[in-house]
């Protein structure tokens, strides 16, 4: 079955540490993005990219970075820079970045839950 | 920019009774969608369902309907004979077709439980 799996499900980082959040899509979707959310609040934007080798800052970047080299794999890395990483993280995918069809809705991940200890 | 108000930070209702989710927007696109998702305490998001802002009829799908009015620039959700397993957070969003608007936008959800 086609979606997106995010890896790991649950992840502990200490202070000072980088890390890194994985997604990966086999739904041959063009766009990719990452929200956070936290506790009883809603998703905010951190990068989105429309296509391999391109990616573009979301509301909340800082402290963040992405890649996207292949077209399935679009990693996030929560940098030491990022101050209060703790929350709930999901990757989302489409088929493209909007055009001239707003139909096409966001296939979601399960999410990865970050956790600073 | 676009924005979506989910006015409701809470909701409760009875199993079996129907349950309306209010979702307001604003947006300056002429052409634009509308979409709901559900996100159960595990955290996934699904999809429920969709509208068009040129659709002629509301959406349906299932035990779920959207009632559009596009001049109150509204687009609530409405659950029918409601479930345990509606008990979850319910995000309306949208996404538009100009710059940034082509992004999906979310509210800030609504919080449902369903009582036995």
């Known amino acids: 079955d086609g979606g997106i799996t995010q890896s790991p499900k649950y992840l502990f980082r200490k202070e000072g540490q980088n890390v890194t959040l994985s997604c990966e899509q086999n739904?041959?979707?063009?766009?990719m993005y990452w929200y956070r959310q936290d506790p009883g609040q809603g998703l905010r934007l951190i990068y989105y990219s429309q296509i391999v080798n391109d990616f573009q800052k979301g509301d909340i970047a800082e402290g963040y970075s992405v890649s996207r080299e292949k077209k399935e794999s679009f990693p996030l890395t929560v940098t030491s820079a990022q101050k209060n990483p703790t929350a709930f993280y999901l990757c989302?995918?489409?088929?493209?970045?909007?055009?001239?069809?707003?139909?096409?809705?966001?296939?979601f991940g399960s999410g990865t839950r970050l956790t600073v200890v | 920019a676009q924005k979506i108000t989910q006015t409701q930070p809470g909701m409760f209702v009875q199993e079996k009774e129907a349950v309306t989710l209010d979702c307001t927007y604003d947006t300056s696109d002429p052409s634009y969608g509308l979409f709901w998702y559900k996100q159960p305490s595990s955290g996934e998001m699904i999809f429920l369902i969709y509208?068009?802002?040129?659709?002629?009829q509301n959406a349906t799908e299932g035990r779920y309907s959207l009632n559009f009015q596009k001049a109150r620039k509204s687009a609530n959700l409405v659950i029918s004979a409601s479930q345990l397993g509606d008990s979850a957070m319910y995000f309306c969003?949208?996404?538009?077709?100009?710059?940034?608007?082509?992004?999906?936008?979310f509210g800030s959800g609504t919080q449902l439980t369903v009582l036995p």
């Open positions: 509208q068009g802002s040129y659709d002629q």
């Open positions: 739904l041959n979707h063009d766009a």
């Open positions: 969003a949208m996404r538009g077709v100009s710059g940034s608007a082509r992004q999906l936008t």
């Open positions: 989302a995918s489409s088929i493209d970045h909007g055009s001239s069809q707003p139909r096409y809705g966001y296939t």
